[in-house]
């Protein structure tokens, strides 16, 4: 085997093969022609792909691998690491969108001389697309010597997806894969700071990461000749990734594409810059931002910040980077808005009018998810017009459900957005109760010069006033009314059956159904419908990642869904308001044949108690379900239609119990709201 080949771990495996990791850990101990491990650890091994795509289509497992994951494979399993080998593949994915000829006649070579050959022809891209001071390097022929297999592939996948789909799924696999070795900011986040900085032409993100923020300024604007995207982050690595993910987003010769590797604040790259807008999701908390050194920085025109006020630092040298009426968008941890260390700086924002709006968003909108992030509108102060003696405020709590799945993005991004651009446009707003207020500077320059909406927003009518409340009071009272009238009988005690039993396997086997697992896909603004909402019977609620190039499994009236992690005895039929969603990671989509199953009675089988629990494998922490081998009796038609009605009735008594459930904590918390605010009396 040669040293270069690429190596996979069971998880990969798992992926390729559309199956559990258990599933994996038993072909190798069931079968002893398995491939052996040729690297890793005794707890983590890794082993030959070549190999294992070789075994599962010996083993009818698998027909043929998707050239996308033999792509991420070879990526994942690159001899110097994911990162260079995403850095190659981003210059070869230029090379190939930009002069496709050329690569034609490179690619006729052998490998070896296709090593030799790639140095110079790269060179010719990435010197006039990113400039002198640039954050991609050409790599040497021994960089690329391993990779050249890799860039192959790579070129055939975008032959069929597109060269910057194609680098989107990659950098996204390896992200997806690397949670906690970056900090990233969501699309729904990114898209609402690229509307609030309006249509610029020259944009900074001065934090860039892997320039999430100035490919959102790119997909908004769309195409604009002569626009510039300066990027800095201090990261190599994520600068070059950054660099590459938005010279493949833009033309060549409609936008320049400038991003360097340095920190901002003490190594500025752009110190002569007057951008249109910056945006920026700096980090958060630093203490060694350059407090000591920067002391005496000509940025400081606000004041100097205090060691445990970096976010400060970041603001005043996002305005520094502004021409005269400019932008800055920043997300921000709401202590930045109340901290008593920053409150001159804040003071001074206000009286000189370059601060102009703070948002808070609902939690869960971006990391760190467990707090509510805040967004400051920036805007800086020129020699033309008057300062603005008005702030604008506005809280998107009350747009969030549970968790960061459940936000809303369309209506936040519609709220947010009308609320300052008429606030732009008009100095002022009309007052929303609860949302959105513009507040006088005065009022807030006083000791604490704390900016945190919800402290000098007024709150809305309790439980949305007492007409509302009398609404969910009717609306609860006809759910209880139904709720009575579905409460099922229990019958007459009966012993138990003995039916003859089949698996979901064995009629998955003989073809009468159809097994596909969730998870992401493409096609931006599709619904997904999650775990959670499998759970509570609700609607789709999730949305797919941007940038997926893996076709989403879609869902259709009949089928079954059941997920497959937390040990709960769970299954749901699609109906027709769901169907067209996407399947989301841990669920399993069971696909009926209406000529051999009834979808209501393979529901309620698969629910039972007992056979969850025989079906079920446990780990240290959590419990999985092998939908495989739960077990349903051999039926006539005729007699699953029978039961079939009786679990669809049943789950139609279920959704009441939500519905009742749910409309009775919103008159609770209603009349606690009401009685205390004093809209409500206590008579």
């Known amino acids: ?38 690297g890793g650890t005794e707890t983590s091994p890794s082993f030959a792909l070549a190999e294992v795509e070789q075994w599962l289509r010996d083993q009818g497992k698998i027909a043929e691998v998707p050239l996308r994951e033999r792509v991420w494979q070879q990526l994942a399993g690159h001899p110097a690491g994911a ?54 390097h050409t790599p040497g022929t ?21 060269a910057r789909q194609t680098y989107e799924f990659l950098l996204g696999r390896h992200l997806d894969a690397n949670p906690r070795q970056y900090t990233l900011t969501p699309p729904g986040p990114a898209a609402l700071m690229a509307a609030l900085a309006g249509s610029p032409r020259t944009v900074l993100d001065p934090a860039c990461g892997t320039g999430t923020l100035l490919r959102a300024v790119a997909q908004a604007t769309g195409v604009q000749d002569g626009r510039a995207l300066h990027g800095q982050e201090a990261d190599p690595d994520l600068a070059a990734l950054a660099a590459l993910r938005l010279a493949l987003q833009t033309e060549s010769g409609t936008t320049e594409v400038r991003v360097a590797a340095a920190d901002s604040l003490r ?56 021409r005269e009426g400019g932008t800055a968008v920043l997300l921000m941890p709401p202590a930045a808005a109340s901290r008593r260390s920053g409150r001159r700086i804040r003071a001074d924002l206000l009286r000189r009018g370059a601060l102009r709006a703070v948002v808070s968003l609902p939690a869960g909108a971006a990391p760190p998810y467990g707090i509510p992030l805040h967004l400051w509108v920036l805007r800086k102060p020129g020699a033309e017009g008057r300062p603005s003696h008005e702030l604008l405020l506005v809280d998107t709590a ?13 209506a936040l991004h519609t709220t947010v957005l009308d609320t300052w651009q008429a606030f732009d446009r008009d100095g002022g707003v009309e007052e929303r109760p609860g ?98 909402d499998v759970l509570a019977g609700s609607a789709p609620s999730g949305t797919l990642p941007e940038g997926e190039a893996e076709d989403p499994v879609l869902v259709a009236a009949g089928d079954v869904v059941v997920p497959v992690l937390g040990g709960g005895s769970v299954a749901r039929v699609v109906d ?39 079906a079920s494998s446990y780990a240290s922490t959590s419990t999985r379900l092998d939908v495989r081998r739960l077990q349903l009796p051999r039926l006539p038609l005729a007699d699953q239609r029978q039961y079939g009605e009786r679990f669809r009735t049943l789950a139609e008594f279920e959704d009441a119990l939500r519905r009742a459930g749910r409309l009775g904590e919103q008159l609770v918390q209603g009349l606690y709201d009401g009685l205390t605010d004093g809209t409500v009396r206590p008579e």
Not at 8 to 19: D, E, M, P, Y
Not at 95 to 102: I, S, W
Not at 508 to 518: F, H, M, Q
């Open 1 to 38: 085997m040669s040293d270069n080949a690429a190596e996979v771990t069971a998880a990969g495996i798992a992926r390729l093969a559309g199956v559990g990791r258990a599933a994996v850990s038993n072909w190798r101990r069931r079968h002893p022609d398995f491939p052996k491990p040729v």
């Open 83 to 136: 990162v260079p080998a995403l850095i190659h593949a981003g210059c070869v994915l230029l090379l190939v969108r930009d002069r496709p000829t050329a690569w034609l006649q490179l690619s006729a070579v052998s490998d070896e001389k296709l090593a030799f050959l790639l140095p110079p022809a790269l060179e010719e891209i990435l010197a006039p697309r990113f400039g002198p001071q640039r954050a991609v």
């Open 142 to 162: 021994p960089e690329l010597g391993p990779s050249v297999p890799l860039l192959r592939a790579t070129a055939e996948l975008a032959a069929e997806l597109g």
């Open 267 to 322: 190594a500025d790259a752009f110190p002569h810059l007057a951008a249109d807008a910056v945006l920026c999701h700096p980090p958060f908390n630093e203490r060694n931002w350059g407090h000591d050194e920067l002391a005496y920085d000509a940025r400081w025109e606000y004041g100097f910040p205090a060691r445990t006020e970096s976010e400060l630092a970041w603001v005043q040298h996002a305005l520094a980077r502004l």
């Open 398 to 410: 009350d747009l969030s459900a549970a968790g960061r799945d459940k936000l809303d993005w369309q």
């Open 435 to 532: 949302v959105s207020r513009s507040v006088s500077v005065i009022q807030l320059l006083d000791d604490d010069v704390d900016l945190a909406p919800a402290r000098h927003l007024p709150p809305p009518a309790a439980g949305g006033g007492a007409a509302e409340l009398a609404r969910v009071r009717e609306r609860l009272a006809d759910t209880l009314r139904q709720t009575a009238e579905l409460t099922p009988s229990t019958g007459e005690p009966a012993q138990p059956s003995r039916w003859p039993t089949t698996t979901v396997g064995e009629l998955a086997r003989a073809g009468a159904l159809v097994l596909r697992a969730g998870g992401a896909g493409a096609g931006c603004g599709k619904r997904v419908l999650t775990e959670q």
């Open 576 to 614: 027709e308001a769901t169907a067209g969603a996407a399947l989301g990671r841990s669920l399993q989509l069971l696909r009926p044949d209406p000529a051999a199953l009834d979808p209501w009675f393979l529901a309620g089988f698969l629910r039972g108690t007992a056979n969850n629990r025989q």
